[in-house]
């Protein structure tokens, strides 16, 4: 008796156990992560979004949502969501870019000349006398011929009888319809911008935490001693971190920073402050002194500071609104201060460091390329040496710039003046003359006409009533 045998063509199902399985999805989520990194080190911050949020999705699915694991695939993509709600933004990053591509002219539609049509051409070239006789004949003729045609449209044009250029039916307000529709579009974009920096800084916040328990984890870790080289040079000064807590707490460092930006950008500049100082802390722990990573923590954090020192409640500002001085909280002011010349002071330090570098090299073209980079450096500190000057002066008053008077005197004039008019003030009301009512009117015009009738019945002229 025959046995049946499965042909070549069947195929089994195969089980995954559970490694299998988590090894694959590790395989895709990696895929993905390097197709989003890719889009972002190319600016195209949507798309890379799209997959960013494609694999933070996974990975949850994977770990949980509040695994410490997850906190690198979350910054990254609150990182790109920050880039598009700031492409967007007309604060932060400006008006985005027109992304409609320019129109390009239509190719010429006369085809090329052939090696056979420039041979052809070159007997008419060699009789050009002849050849432009008959041409000029030609062209004559053919005017001719356009002259007659276009006399007979004409005569026909005014027969016709004569039609509006522009005929419309249909909706009338079309014009209000497409103003409200684009005013539609704009307020939806408005809120796409705030929806993008808003979903960015909760998925940072939550990186943030789930950051923070990492770096505890590893610091809870044994640690092995630390690179005396790397100590040197400054990077980590006598700390012996390990590569993976100094990739937290770079990415700490950042994430801060990203807060911060976002802060400012919503005027929460208290908070804007807290991230700022955080990410200041981080940087000035990883980097040296000299790194423009630092400088531009200290610029950033003496921004947020001189913001706040600016900013009062609505009750606290005159009418003007202009910021007086006792409007102005001097200490954060003058901590702002503090923070732009630390800024200064990195960046000579950065210039330094670049002059040595030029007296080193050798190769003409490396020569070139330090001396633009002092250049802009220098550019750079005499732009913030300036900012300093402006902070360190008292706050401009508008009220003075535009003598108008100070708040107190104003107040003062608002309730001294009114006793003085009171005081001073002559009864006008009886040289007022009153609005009579229409019963009076209707009473003297009955009287008007009885005296008429007395006078026509004693024989006197009678003399027509004034109306009042």
């Known amino acids: 008796m025959a046995t049946s045998v499965p042909t070549s063509g069947t195929a089994t199902p ?102 056979g049509s420039a041979q052809a051409k070159k007997p008419e070239a060699e009789n050009g006398g002849s050849s432009s006789a008959a041409l000029e004949e030609a062209e004559a003729k053919v005017g001719q011929v356009v002259s007659q045609v276009v006399a007979a449209e004409a005569e026909k044009k005014d027969d016709a009888p004569k039609k509006p250029l522009f005929q419309f039916e249909g909706d009338e307000n079309f014009d209000e319809s497409d103003e409200e529709e684009e005013a539609g579009e704009g307020e939806g974009e408005e809120e796409e911008e705030d929806d993008d920096l808003a979903v960015s800084f909760e998925i940072l916040d939550l990186a943030r935490v789930l950051f923070n328990k990492k770096l505890e984890a590893l610091l809870a870790e044994p640690q092995e001693p630390g690179n005396p080289e790397e100590e040197g040079k400054g990077k980590e000064p006598a700390s012996g971190d390990t590569p993976a807590i100094r990739h937290v707490k770079e990415r700490l460092a950042d994430t801060h920073d990203l807060l911060a930006e976002i802060e400012l950008e919503n005027e929460r500049y208290p908070n804007a ?56 909280d001097q200490a954060l002011r003058d901590e702002a201060a503090t923070e732009l010349e630390a800024a200064i002071n990195s960046t000579k330090l950065k210039l330094q460091n670049k002059e040595v570098e030029l007296a080193t090299l050798h190769s003409p073209e490396d020569n070139d390329l330090t001396r633009q980079q002092i250049t802009e450096v220098k550019e750079v500190i005499a732009d913030m040496e300036q900012r300093l000057v402006e902070l360190r002066k008292p706050p401009v008053d508008l009220s003075a710039v535009l003598g108008l008077p100070p708040k107190e005197q104003t107040e003062k004039i608002e309730t001294e003046v009114p006793a003085e008019v009171k005081k001073n003030a002559h009864d006008l009301s009886g040289l007022v003359k009153k609005k009579r009512k229409a019963e009076d009117v209707v009473d003297a015009s009955e009287k008007s006409v009885e005296a008429k009738k007395v006078k026509e019945d004693d024989g006197t002229p009678a003399v027509p009533a004034v109306e009042a």
């Open 273 to 328: 402050i807290t991230d700022s100082r955080a990410s200041l802390k981080y940087k000035q722990a990883l980097y040296p002194e000299e790194s423009e990573i630092v400088a531009e923590a200290h610029f950033k954090l003496s921004l947020a500071l001189e913001f706040a020192s600016i900013t009062k409640s609505s009750g606290d500002a005159n009418e003007s609104g202009s910021a007086t001085a006792d409007q102005v």
């Open 14 to 115: 195969m089980e995954l156990d559970p490694e299998q399985i988590a090894m694959s999805l590790k395989v895709s989520l990696a895929d993905m992560s390097a197709k989003a990194a890719a889009l972002f080190a190319r600016k195209n911050y949507e798309e890379a979004t799209e997959v960013y949020a494609q694999a933070a999705e996974m990975q949850a699915e994977m770990n949980g949502e509040m695994s410490p694991e997850n906190a690198e695939i979350l910054f990254l993509y609150g990182r790109a969501l920050f880039k598009v709600g700031q492409s967007k933004s007309d604060v932060l990053g400006g008006k985005a870019p027109d992304t409609k591509k320019p129109k390009t002219k239509p190719a010429s539609s006369k085809p090329k000349a052939t090696n």
